[in-house]
């Protein structure tokens, strides 16, 4: 470091919230075959809507969209080579009510032609998790910048940068799978109770602060000659 160069100390700061779980989330993937890329489009727009439909008439929160579709040649036995075979994913979101869940799982068995169907609880608003993860993380910066610059006689003076990137961080309970139309269809409520409503999540950044030395403590090696003790 230069003489005059200003001294910095970097850090890594960590926040870690507890958070209430307020929404089931499923993401629910069919393969179907069609004779043509216009029957499988217009069977993946079917199923979209009627998916909607169940969910609308249990749940009052509900958002109901399509992540991924695609449409490809037959090239197995499920899917021989004169047919065309869909591949579509569905995002379901709805509010937590595992009652209401297990019958809406039932019967998109019942109607729905499931490959497969993942199920977990997580936030409708994630982005003000992660606000708040950072927010901590932020602080957490400053409290250890103080006690590790304590240490050699130096105090943070100011911030010099942060790495505030948002992550991609999962807010969800662990994933509940179900691997078939027949598995969703024997689902219960009691099969559905697999985990808390309330996790803690966790999230750090990484911050630059400048230094600047602590003022040393004047000793006073002197007695005042009102404090001396008389010979």
Not at 10 to 34: A, F, M, S, W, Y
Not at 55 to 68: A, G, N, P, R
Not at 122 to 143: C, G, H, M
């Amino acid at each position: 470091m230069e003489k005059n160069e200003t001294p910095t100390i970097d850090v890594t700061g960590r926040g870690i919230v507890t958070v209430d779980l307020d929404t089931t989330r499923i993401e629910l993937k069919v393969v179907e075959c069609g004779s043509g890329y216009g029957e499988c489009y217009a069977r993946a727009a079917a199923i979209e809507k009627r998916v909607g439909e169940m969910v609308s008439e249990l749940f009052h929160h509900t958002k109901v969209q399509t992540v991924d579709m695609s449409v490809k040649e037959g090239d197995s036995q499920d899917c021989p080579a004169e047919c065309y075979c869909l591949n579509l994913l569905l995002l379901i979101e709805m509010d937590i009510n595992r009652k209401l869940l297990s019958r809406l799982v039932r019967k998109i068995g019942e109607e729905i032609p499931v490959e497969n169907m993942k199920i977990c609880y997580t936030v409708w608003e994630p982005r003000s998790v992660q606000f708040r993860l950072l927010d901590r993380a932020a602080r957490d910066t400053k409290d250890r910048a103080i006690k590790l610059a304590s240490a050699i006689g130096y105090a943070p003076d100011r911030l010099v940068r942060m790495n505030s990137e948002l992550h991609d961080i999962p807010i969800c309970s662990r994933v509940f799978e179900i691997h078939s139309a027949v598995e969703a269809q024997n689902c219960s409520e009691a099969s559905l109770d697999f985990s808390s409503v309330q996790i803690s999540v966790s999230d750090t950044v990484t911050a630059t602060w400048a230094l600047t030395r602590k003022p040393e403590k004047k000793k006073n090696d002197t007695v005042s000659d009102s404090a001396q003790v008389p010979a």
